[in-house]
């Protein structure tokens, strides 16, 4: 039986990431869904929406530190 890793993901854009090794910045969840947001060291962000339900529709979407200060923007 194989054993897998939670903490590692593979972002939308194809980058593969221990979550672990992350600081956490934001985490929010409820019945549905958690939305958590995790710096790296390099100064990017790692935005996690984990479905409960349906594992196959969770996203990891990385941003960086211009991407951030657009969305605080909007």
Not at 47 to 74: G, S, T, V
Request: glycine content about 2%; charged content about 25%; proline content about 3%.
């Amino acid at each position: 039986m194989a054993v897998t890793n939670p903490d590692l993901i593979v972002t939308t854009c194809g980058r593969s990431l221990d979550l672990s090794d992350t600081e956490l910045v934001i985490e929010r969840s409820n019945s549905l869904f958690s939305y958590n947001i995790h710096k790296l060291k390099s100064g990017e962000y790692v935005i996690a929406e984990k479905f409960y339900a349906n594992p196959f529709n969770n996203r990891y979407i990385l941003l960086n530190d211009e991407q951030i200060e657009l969305l605080k923007n909007l």
